[in-house]
């Protein structure tokens, strides 16, 4: 199988057997190793790759980084390991920033075995940015990552143009970042920026209160309107049509919709529960084929299934509130719990268990 295949077959391995690991050296056995093989460096060969490696520090004689990976008898790249239900936004990653500054490796790793965080030394020569220049989650695999990844590689390992690529990606994605949090709370430079170009009035306090909202708003329609053309071109291959009906109104998924919901006036399924229901099945994507996920839009509630099956829930979305709830279905006795969220982007914090719902019903049905 090809890098991208590999990558994917781990993801899946992973998702299958993440409950299990107890501890960072299960972590490593299972989740570690295998993704330094697919980076097709021998783990078995001390001349690739060196476990415990040490990285003396100062006064510190005898400090180990977990592995490094080595060419012509030098690191070029140092990796910390965590256990896989560590959360890394708690890790300040002291012991790497230490071990990076006193070797010739120009490129760290801090991983629990399911999420990867790369640095490099953009900012000081060096010093380890405190910023990743590129993050991969084994369980929420972005495609357009991977042939980023595939720099680390053995047969690809080019420093210069790894460098000079983690800058652009770095920032980018810092970019990404600011952006995901002013469509959530847009700051006062952010919407003064906007309304200097359409309000030619003095900008005080009040206006500036006022265009919080509009800007929030005009965010919010904007992307709205994106994920209609791209659901456009998603389905355009089946010659599905996918023309909002009005102002308020979403696409009509017929790939996705049941063929069983019931028409009534009083249901209307808007932008934001259909870019929900994308956010799922793209959670899904490597759990579950995409053609057993529906959606059934009701008067109270907007349910995801599977196989159409409405024993089956998946999840569902209570957006006809002013507090959204997102309702999941993991537990034994497929209880509903509703979890307060206060937009879209949140429901990707509980991938996980939705992912263990599909698990649950595909355990049962084996």
Request: net charge negative.
């Amino acid at each position: 199988m090809d890098f991208s295949e590999e990558i994917q077959s781990l993801g899946s391995r992973i998702q299958k057997s993440i409950g299990l690991i107890k501890t960072e050296e299960a972590t490593k056995q299972a989740f570690i190793i295998p993704f330094i093989k697919a980076l097709d460096y021998d783990v078995y060969d001390p001349t690739e790759v060196v476990p415990e490696y040490t990285a003396d520090v100062g006064t510190k004689k005898g400090e180990k980084v977990d592995y490094a990976i080595m060419q012509n008898d030098k690191p070029i790249i140092l990796i910390e390991c965590k256990w896989c239900g560590t959360n890394l936004d708690k890790e300040h990653a002291s012991q790497l920033y230490r071990y990076f500054s006193v070797t010739e490796s120009r490129i760290a790793i801090l991983t629990n075995g399911v999420i990867f965080r790369f640095y490099t030394d953009l900012e000081k020569p060096n010093q380890m940015d405190s910023k990743p220049f590129l993050e991969f989650n084994l369980l929420d695999i972005q495609e357009s990552l991977i042939p980023e990844l595939k720099k680390l590689t053995k047969f690809h390992f080019n420093l210069e143009e790894l460098i000079s690529s983690a800058a652009e990606l770095k920032y980018t994605r810092e970019i990404k970042l600011i952006l995901a949090s002013q469509l959530i709370k847009p700051s006062d430079d952010f919407v003064k920026f906007f309304t200097s170009q359409v309000y030619s009035g003095r900008i005080t306090q009040n206006v500036l209160e006022q265009f919080h909202t509009v800007t929030k708003v005009a965010f919010k329609q904007f992307i709205s309107e994106e994920l209609s053309k791209r659901l456009n071109s998603v389905f355009d291959k089946d010659n599905i049509q996918l023309e909002p009906d009005s102002e308020n109104q979403a696409p009509d998924i017929s790939s996705a919709k049941s063929p069983k919901q019931k028409d009534d006036a009083r249901i209307v399924t808007t932008p934001e529960e259909i870019e929900g229901f994308i956010i799922i099945r793209d959670i899904l994507k490597y759990t579950v084929e995409e053609g057993r996920i529906f959606y059934r839009d009701t008067v109270s509630y907007f349910g995801i299934l599977l196989d159409d099956n409405k024993t089956r829930p998946i999840c569902r979305l209570y957006f006809n509130t002013s507090q959204k709830y997102l309702a999941l279905f993991d537990n034994e006795d497929k209880k509903e719990e509703k979890i307060p969220i206060n937009n879209t982007e949140e429901i990707g914090n509980f991938a996980d268990r939705i992912r263990n719902t599909i698990l649950k019903y595909e355990d049962k049905s084996t």
